[in-house]
């Protein structure tokens, strides 16, 4: 029942109504957020950007969501998010930029995002996760971003983005 509410939130684009500061969810984790971009070559030589998220000491600290890309694509996301409706489109991620990560073993989750899509499209689930002790790598699947003008989702490029999972996997497990 909670999942199917999760995904309901996650769809759903309506007016923000009155939050219960109850629901576990909502609740930050014993750490704080960090997150990095790394760039990872897969076994098939496909280069793929890809943004972590981690269990991390210190504070969380904010910054604008366009920042999670440089130059123009920095301008264009910029854009694409003014015109987003506002209670849609988060405008402020939560995590720190390179922040010194918190000693320990954390699980690893990879995110592979929807077609058309990008690595830090889930970025708020993201932070949650990582505040609660996880690792959430997420790769751009590059052909199949907004940016890139979407490959089309045949079965041949669907075996690429879980090649791209499976070079996430190895690459973070140190397995490369």
Request: negative net charge; charged residues 15%.
């Amino acid at each position: 029942m909670r999942l199917g509410l999760l995904a309901l939130l996650l769809v759903g684009c309506s007016a923000p109504s009155q939050i219960d500061a109850g629901d576990p969810f909502l609740n930050r984790g014993p750490y704080a957020s960090g997150s990095r971009q790394l760039s990872i070559t897969t076994d098939a030589g496909r280069t793929l950007p890809v943004e972590v998220w981690y269990p991390a000491t210190g504070t969380t600290s904010s910054f604008p969501v366009e920042e999670f890309e440089d130059g123009a694509r920095r301008t264009q996301l910029a854009s694409w998010i003014s015109q987003a409706p506002e209670a849609c489109t988060p405008r402020t991620a939560h995590s720190t930029r390179d922040a010194l990560a918190a000693e320990g073993t954390f699980p690893l989750l990879v995110f592979s995002h929807c077609t058309e899509c990008f690595r830090f499209s889930l970025h708020t689930v993201a932070e949650h996760l990582a505040s609660h002790g996880f690792v959430v790598a997420a790769p751009d699947h590059v052909g199949n971003t907004r940016f890139d003008g979407g490959a089309p989702l045949t079965n041949a490029f669907l075996e690429v983005r879980a090649s791209d999972i499976s070079g996430v996997i190895d690459s973070m497990s140190g397995n490369s």
